[in-house]
Structure formats: C-alpha cells, structure tokens
C-alpha cells in the first residue's frame, strides 16, 4: 500500500491569490493524479501528473489555472492560480499502483476556501 | 462513453436496517474495474471494495456485501445491520484503462439512533 500526505490539509485564501499544494506519497508510483471535490459534489479528474513531462488535463481544466508540477516519482504539487471563490473545493491526491494489484490510494486532501 | 450512475442521492434507515446501495455503470471495455469508497463527515476517502470485470462472484466482508452483475451493468453494496458509524457518503467508482477513475454523484447514508 502507499501512504499519501497533502500539505497544507486546509487554506482560507483571499481571491486573486494563489495556492501550492504538496502531495508526497512514500512510495515511488507511476501514476499520479488530481481530483477536484466541489462542496457536496463527487469526484473530478483534474489532471495526470506526469513524472518528467506535462501534466495531462481533463476537459474543463487548463495548465494556467492549475500548474502541475512532478520532478520525482514520490512528489508533485498543484497550484490553483488566481482564486476565485468558485474554486473552493477538497483538492486530492491520488496514486495508482497498476496492475495486477490495482489499487488506488487517496491522500487525505486540502480543504481550500477562497473569500 | 464511461459513466457511473448512484441515483440515490440520500439514504435514511434506522439503526439495525439493512439498506442496499446502488450504482449502474456504463463502459465499452472488456476488461475494467469497479470501486467503492466511503467518506464520512471527516472528508477522506476510504477504500471499501475493488473488483475486475471477470469476477463476477459476490462479496462479503464482514456486514458489508456487493453484487457484481454484468448482465445489468449494475455493481451494488448492501449493509447490513446498519451502524450509526455507516453514516456517510459513498461513492461507486469505474476506473478507465489508463487508471483514472470515473466517479459516481455518491449516495448520502444516514442512519439513525
């Protein structure tokens, strides 16, 4: 199993800043992801983080708004650029073993408020 | 196109009840996987279950269950005996091939004293 950390796990930010957050996984993994959790909402892919390369993002979600960075296997960061209060959200991490096992671990998550 | 459907938006039983969440998923794969995770009012996510599409055989752990059953694309968790501790969201889960999952709205459990 992997075991995820987030820093920071909550934020209170004022709008038109901006915030980093770190996602160490104590493991190396290939696969790691970030989701967005709107209040009361499910789940949504952001992007994959890709060691050495570009992030790959989901529809909806662009590199100015939300820079991903991965320079090792263990660590990437996320920053939400130039906040409005529509971002506030749970931000999470992910990782995903790959086969056979297939599992799939969750960091625990930034709460971010925007003001 | 993959979707996950939790039409349930909220559960209320009492304490003791069984109850039996649903989640219908759609996917032209052959090969994928399923997922459940629970996240209670603290907010993080907690693995329940993992299944591939070639076992289809229920599972039980403990007072949890799931029936797999491609026949009707539907993957559903039943609780049985419900606990107050039950009380959370949960989510049903299909992972696309290149890992990532795709998330249903999530089910809102209560169960009451």
């Known amino acids: 199993s992997a075991v995820i950390s987030q820093k920071p796990s909550r934020d209170i930010c004022q709008r038109g800043t901006s915030l980093t957050i770190q996602c160490q996984v104590d493991?190396?993994?290939?696969?790691m992801f970030w989701y967005r959790q709107q209040p009361g909402q499910s789940l949504t892919l952001i992007a994959t983080?890709?060691?050495?390369?570009?992030?790959?993002?989901e529809s909806g979600f662009v590199i100015d708004k939300f820079p991903i960075s991965r320079p090792n296997l263990t660590f990437s960061t996320l920053t939400v650029s130039n906040m409005s209060p529509e971002d506030s959200s749970i931000y999470l991490c992910?990782?995903?073993?790959?086969?056979?096992?297939?599992?799939?671990?969750f960091g625990p998550g930034t709460r971010l408020t925007v003001l | 196109a993959q979707k996950v459907t939790q039409a349930q938006t909220e559960i209320s039983v009492v304490e003791k009840e069984d109850v039996t969440l649903d989640c219908v998923y759609e996917t032209r794969d052959t090969t994928y996987y399923l997922f459940w995770y629970k996240q209670p009012p603290s907010g993080e996510l907690v693995f329940l279950i993992r299944?591939?599409?070639?076992d289809e055989q229920n599972e039980i752990s403990g007072r949890y269950s799931w029936n797999f059953q491609k026949s009707t694309s539907s993957f559903n968790f039943t609780i049985t005996a419900s606990q107050v501790v039950d009380s959370a969201v949960y989510f049903c889960a299909l992972e696309r091939s290149n890992y990532q999952l795709i998330w249903g709205a999530g089910t809102k459990l209560i169960i009451k004293p």
């Open positions: 299944r591939n599409s070639f």
């Open positions: 992910s990782v995903a073993s790959g086969r056979p096992d297939n599992e799939q671990f």
């Open positions: 983080a890709n060691q050495g390369s570009e992030a790959t993002y």
């Open positions: 493991s190396q993994v290939t696969m």
